[in-house]
Each structure stands twice: as structure tokens, then as C-alpha cells.
């Protein structure tokens, strides 16, 4: 059953997830993106300190705060690099390459920990690798602004956020053995610190009720998607509960089709059928 509770934990964490990118994508068009980000990562942090508090949980221990603390730093720089990566090169490519890297990271990681699953879910892994590229790769033209040779940096920065975020789910797993709401408190602490420090560099600025309400409701909704993920990794193996997370790309792409009539592509949509075999080769 720990297969299934953690595929079924990862797909409710994958919800959420794309549900937190269709609101920040939707809330960009009008505002700053990396401040709808930190909007919502500020009002979610100070609700789950404030939980914390409130439900007098005994604080875990400094190596598991220092764990989720670098977790949520490196996690926040690795989202504005994804940014800039595509601003300035081929998005689909981008976060394909991105998206893969992000899952493969803590596949990697339990691989060395763990051993080799079962050979239906080594074989649910492949087929979600697969979904993720589908899902997230499309063939667009280069952004006109591109300044020449930037492709190949787009490609690099993209490579560093996609590692940085599967770093992430490793450190967040990690760190969740002192306690499921203390990490996500120190992860979402030192993530609103490093976006911050990136708000001050790059002087971001935009009116406030242009990105604060849609950034609040995709900061809740990540901040459950951490939480499902957690209980996800937590529930079985962690490689099945990064990849079946990792999938939350289909539903942002849902979420369009539906409220924004936004037709998905057929690489999509094949994408999409990928990942549901994916899901039910990695529950058995």
C-alpha cells in the first residue's frame, strides 16, 4: 500500500502545484512575476509560524532547521534563475529540460539510498520522464528581443534551476524527519529571505493589489503542494513520490484548457496519457 498512499499523495501534491503555476502564470500578466512569488510565500510563511506557534510544536533539531532552510534558499534562487532562463531562451526547451532534471535528481538520489524498485516501477519512471518532456517541450519560436548566443546560456541556467529544484526535494524530504510543519516553515523562511535579496537587486516594482491576492492564492497552494509532497515522500519511496509530484505541469495545462480555453497541443495530450500510465505502474 505504501505505493499507493505515495502516488496518491504525489498526484494531490501535483494538483496543487500546477494549480500554484496556473495562478502565478495567469497573475504575470499582469504583475511581476517574481513579486506575485514572494507575495505569496510571505503570507503562507507568517500563517504556517504562526501555526507552528499555535500548535506549541517542539522545534526540531538545528541540523533538520538547517536542511529545510537550505532547501527553501536554494530553491527560491533556482525559481528566479528559471525565470531568466526563460526570458531569454526557447521556453519549451527550457523547462523540458528543467522539468526532467527536477525529477530526476531525488530519482538519483534514491536510487543510492533505497536500491532499485520494483521493475513495473523502474519501468513507471521511465514513462513519467517521458510524460514530463512531453508535457512541458514545445516546438516555439526563439523570443524576438534574443540577444545572439543566449540559446546555449538559456539551456545552462535552465540545467541549474532543474537541479536546484530536485535538490530541493531531496532536502525537503531530508529535513521532514524533524517535523512536517517546522520544515516547511524554515524552507518558506529562508525562500522569502533569497527573494528578498533578488527584489532588491533586480528593483522589481509594480502596484500592490496588481499581484498581492493572486500571489496569496498561489502561495497557498504550494505550500500545500510541499505539504503533500512531504507526506508523499514520507508515505513510501522517495524517487515515485518526485515523480508522480513532478507531474503537475499537466495540471496547469488542464486548469488553461478549461478556464482560459486554451487548447492543448497533441504532444500534450499524449504527455497527459504518459503520465496516468505513469502513475498507476509506480502505485502497484
Not at 499555535?54 to 534558499?73: D, E, I, N, Q, V
Not at 531569454?88 to 535528481?105: E, N, P
Not at 497557498?220 to 522517495?238: E, H, K, M, S, V
Amino acid at each position: 500500500m505504501s505505493g499507493s498512499a505515495s502516488a496518491g499523495l504525489g498526484l494531490c501534491s501535483a494538483a496543487c502545484w500546477g494549480g500554484s503555476d496556473f495562478a502565478g502564470g495567469w497573475g504575470s500578466r499582469r504583475a511581476p512575476a517574481l513579486l506575485i512569488v514572494t507575495s505569496g510565500q510571505i503570507v503562507s510563511g507568517a500563517y504556517l509560524v504562526f501555526l507552528c506557534f499555535a500548535l506549541h510544536l517542539p522545534s526540531p533539531a538545528t541540523h533538520y532547521s538547517m536542511l529545510a532552510m537550505m532547501g527553501g534558499f536554494e530553491g527560491a534562487l533556482s525559481l528566479v534563475i528559471f525565470y531568466r532562463a526563460l526570458a531569454i531562451g526557447a521556453m519549451g526547451l527550457t523547462a523540458a529540460l528543467t522539468g526532467l532534471l527536477t525529477a530526476l535528481i531525488p530519482v538519483l538520489f534514491s536510487f543510492l539510498r533505497e536500491g532499485l524498485p520494483a521493475p513495473v516501477n523502474i519501468a513507471g519512471l521511465a514513462t513519467g520522464c517521458a510524460a514530463i518532456w512531453f508535457i512541458t517541450h514545445q516546438a516555439q519560436a526563439p523570443p524576438v528581443h534574443r540577444q545572439p548566443g543566449t540559446g546555449g546560456n538559456a539551456l545552462l541556467l535552465g540545467t541549474l534551476a532543474g537541479i536546484g529544484f530536485g535538490c530541493q526535494l531531496v532536502l525537503l524530504k531530508l529535513a521532514s524527519s524533524g517535523g512536517v510543519l517546522w520544515s516547511l516553515t524554515w524552507t518558506r523562511i529562508a525562500g522569502v529571505g533569497a527573494l528578498l535579496v533578488a527584489l532588491s537587486i533586480l528593483r522589481t516594482k509594480a502596484p500592490m493589489k496588481a499581484f498581492l491576492a493572486i500571489g496569496i492564492v498561489a502561495g497557498i497552494l504550494d505550500t500545500l503542494g510541499n505539504l503533500f509532497y512531504i507526506l508523499a515522500a514520507q508515505a513510501g519511496r522517495l524517487d515515485i513520490a518526485a515523480m508522480v509530484s513532478s507531474l503537475y505541469p499537466a495540471g496547469t495545462i488542464l486548469l488553461a484548457a478549461i478556464l482560459l480555453r486554451e487548447r492543448p497541443s497533441r504532444r500534450q495530450m499524449a504527455g497527459i496519457g504518459l503520465a496516468l500510465a505513469a502513475v498507476v505502474m509506480l502505485s502497484v
